[in-house]
C-alpha cells in the first residue's frame, strides 16, 4: 500500500506535539521509535482524556481487556440475537455504543464489532462447533466483566474461559489520577 494510502486510512501516522500544543499528524517512518507516542499520549492528552484511563486493583491502565471463550454454545448463528446480546453487553457495563457492524458468514458464523466510546466488544463464532469468541475492552467507568453473564445467559454455554488482560500500563503510569474500578457486585 502506498504511504499516501496509509495516511489517508491515519495508519503510519506520528502524532507530534508543536510548540503550542497543539497536535499535528505528520507521516513517519515505520522505525520510529514507541517512546514518541508515549510521550506524545502522555503530554497531549493526558489532561483531556485522563477520565478515560483507570485503576483496577492498584494498576494503572488504559482500559481491561476481557477475553471469553463460550463452549457448546448455542444460538451463534443468529445474527439478529448475536446483535442483541452485544447491546445486552453494551447497556449492562454502562458503557456508550457508537456503532454495530455484523457480517454473517456461510454455511455458519457470525463476526463482528460493536464500536463503544469506551472501546469495543468484539465476536467470531462458529456454530458448527458450538464455540465463540468475545474480545470484551472497555475503560472510564465501563464495567467489561459485566458482559460475562450477560453472555453466559444469552449463548447457554456449557463452559465458559475468562482471562483478562490490563491494557496500556506505561502510557497510564505517566498520568495522575485514573478512575478507580470497584469490583462487579
Known amino acids: 500500500m502506498e504511504s499516501n494510502a496509509l495516511f489517508e486510512l491515519g495508519m503510519d501516522l506520528e502524532v507530534r506535539v508543536a ?79 457508537l456503532h454495530i457492524h455484523l457480517h454473517p458468514f456461510e454455511p455458519t458464523g457470525v463476526s463482528g464489532v460493536a464500536v463503544l466510546a469506551e472501546s469495543h466488544i468484539s465476536v467470531h463464532t462458529w456454530p458448527e462447533a458450538g464455540y465463540a469468541a468475545f474480545d470484551v475492552f472497555m475503560c472510564g467507568d465501563a464495567k467489561p466483566e459485566k458482559c460475562v453473564d450477560v453472555l453466559r445467559n444469552a449463548f447457554n454455554p456449557g463452559k465458559t474461559a475468562v482471562s483478562e488482560l490490563l491494557r496500556g500500563r506505561e502510557v497510564a503510569n505517566q498520568l495522575s489520577k485514573p478512575h478507580t474500578l470497584e469490583a462487579a457486585e
Do not use: M
Open 19 to 97: 510548540e503550542d500544543a497543539a497536535c499535528v499528524a505528520e507521516p513517519r517512518s515505520t522505525t520510529q521509535k514507541e517512546e514518541n507516542v508515549l510521550t506524545a499520549a502522555a503530554g497531549v492528552y493526558a489532561d483531556d482524556r485522563l477520565d478515560h484511563f483507570i485503576q483496577k486493583e492498584g494498576v494503572h491502565c488504559a482500559g481491561a481487556h476481557l477475553i471469553i471463550d463460550l463452549y457448546d454454545a448455542e444460538r451463534l448463528d443468529d445474527l439478529p440475537y448475536v446483535e442483541q446480546a452485544l447491546r445486552s453487553c453494551v447497556e449492562e457495563a454502562g458503557a456508550t455504543l
